[in-house]
């Protein structure tokens, strides 16, 4: 019964904030690489975040790097990621992955083996 839900999408004008979580049942993450992925649509899906556990090192790509902060509960077995400044570039689906071992693979999709559904953000005035 492995489960990822992600949750916390939506609209925001440029410039905004939001913040986005990755809620595990069946597991817990503790033990997992935990990773964040976006896709827009026509565009191939880019890592963007990863971090060891719920409390171990963090990653980010070039992109998002300064503005978003990924962080996690292990009580709440949850991670978020917290984005800000947001640009109209950063609108897509984004999807948190869960890898079978610890260490992060960031720009790796085929490294992880659960997925959760997806939550849409979008950036528009």
Not at 34 to 51: L, N, T
Not at 70 to 80: H, M, P, Y
């Amino acid at each position: 019964q492995l489960q990822l839900v992600e949750s916390g999408g939506g609209l925001v004008q440029p410039g905004g904030s939001l913040r986005i979580s990755c809620a595990a049942s069946g597991f817990t993450l503790d033990g997992h690489a935990i990773g964040w992925f976006r896709q827009a649509p026509g565009k191939e899906r880019e890592g963007i975040s990863c971090i060891q556990g719920t409390a171990g090192r963090t990653y980010y790509s070039d992109s998002v790097k300064g503005r978003f902060t990924i962080s996690g509960d292990s009580a709440k077995n949850t991670v978020t990621l917290q984005m800000s400044s947001l640009k109209p570039e950063d609108t897509g689906v984004y999807y948190c992955a869960v890898r079978t071992y610890r260490q992060c693979v960031l720009f790796s999709a085929n490294e992880y083996d659960y997925w959760g559904q997806g939550t849409q953000v979008s950036v528009s005035s």
